[in-house]
Nanobody
Framework: HVQLVESGGGSVQAGGSLRLSCAAS????????MAWFRQAPGKEREGVAA???????TYTYSVMGRFTISKDNVQNTLYLQMNDLKPEDTAIYYC???????????????WGQGTQVTVS
């Protein structure tokens, strides 16, 4: 069982930056596949960025060039650096993890509680 706890959300103006963190339980980050998802009001949850065990990233088209996913295996933490934020990035952001390489599919086994990001 993997527990995930997100932090770092908040309110920013368009063009600003935020960095989200996701702390994982146990010594797991180096052994699992992880991703960030987001869900805006009235919309389906969508995959934003994923990272495999070797650290190779995958991004959804709308965030390419603006968001960077990374992880620290020693700190057991996943990050999402978000730059040049736009109002359409407003959503609850969720961290997800699985022992299979699901990339941006929504069928991850483990989920955090979410953190709100609001861009005005």
């Amino acid at each position: 069982h993997v527990q995930l706890v997100e932090s770092g959300g908040g309110s920013v103006q368009a063009g600003g930056s935020l960095r989200l963190s996701c702390a994982a339980s146990g010594d797991t980050v180096g052994k699992i596949y992880m991703a960030w998802f987001r869900q805006a009001p009235g919309k389906e949850r969508e995959g934003v960025a994923a990272i495999d065990r070797a650290g190779s990233p995958t991004y959804t088209y709308s965030v390419m060039g603006r968001f960077t996913i990374s992880k620290d295996n020693v700190q057991n933490t996943l990050y999402l650096q978000m730059n040049d934020l736009k109002p359409e990035d407003t959503a609850i952001y969720y961290c997800a993890a699985d022992f299979y390489n699901l990339q941006l599919a929504r069928s991850y086994t483990y989920w955090g509680q979410g953190t709100q990001v609001t861009v005005s």
